[in-house]
């Protein structure tokens, strides 16, 4: 399988701490995205990176990309209560092309007030 | 507003009795897909299309089928449910390939097999 693995399953910090989640995925690529759900509820895009680009930030987010790896990670900077969510990788195949998306099984992400 | 919906948003049925999940975007897209999320397993593919006319297989496509008439409508339909297809379902668009580019979630549907 294609599908890329988040680490760690769950996190629990304060409100204000920095919160890093990371993926790992097998196979080459051509980009990478993340995406934040709230429980139950449909995905929310968050930010894509190209296999060429190794740094992408977003507001408070920001992403890494390490190709040779095969792994990406997720910061959110000065974490907010609203931020708590469950937080998806998804990558695409190089040999499969864009067409299929495969998603990791996410990190859930709790932010203590 | 640009938006993905998906009807209806929970269903309870019966082993076999056929049944069709409606997703319809308004936001002129070519791509749009069906996806299941069981726990533990995350999101997976099911079927995919392309452009009109133009459905291709995803990672998990047995047991469904699709079909794209027309551009904004992409129904997802289970011919003979069967409890191993209950899952929160998930139809998603986007302007290119879900791979290049962000995808538009739609709020999600809960099917319950008995």
């Known amino acids: 399988s294609q599908q890329g693995e988040e680490d760690p399953q769950a996190l629990s910090i304060q409100e204000g701490e920095n919160a890093t989640m990371n993926c790992s995925y097998k196979t080459s690529i051509n980009n990478l995205q993340w995406y934040r759900q709230n429980s139950g509820r449909g995905l929310v895009h968050l930010i894509l990176?190209?296999?060429?680009?190794r740094e992408k930030h977003s507001g408070r987010l920001r992403v890494t990309l390490d190709t040779s790896k095969k792994s990406s990670s997720l910061l959110i900077t000065a974490s907010r209560a609203a931020d708590t969510a469950s937080y998806f990788c998804?990558?695409?195949?190089?040999?499969?092309?864009?067409?299929?998306?495969?998603f990791g099984t996410g990190t859930r992400l709790t932010v203590i007030p | 507003e640009a938006q993905v919906t998906q009807n209806p948003r929970y269903l309870i049925t019966v082993t076999g009795k056929k049944l069709t999940v409606t997703c319809s975007q308004n936001?002129?897209?070519?791509?749009m897909s069906w996806y299941r999320q069981d726990p533990g397993l995350g999101l997976r593919q099911i079927y995919y299309?392309?452009?009109?006319?133009?459905?291709d297989k995803g990672d998990v496509p047995e047991g469904y089928k699709v079909s794209r008439k027309e551009k904004r409508n992409f129904p997802l339909i289970l011919e003979s449910p069967s409890p191993n297809q209950t899952s929160l379902y998930f139809c998603?668009?986007?302007?290119?390939?879900?791979?290049?580019?962000?995808?538009?979630f739609g709020p999600g549907t809960r099917l319950t097999v008995t």
């Open positions: 299309s392309m452009n009109v006319e133009v459905t």
């Open positions: 998603a668009s986007s302007l290119l390939a879900s791979g290049r580019t962000e995808q538009y």
């Open positions: 990176i190209r296999s060429n680009e």
């Open positions: 998804a990558t695409d195949g190089k040999q499969t092309g864009a067409n299929n998306l495969f």
């Open positions: 936001m002129n897209h070519e791509y």
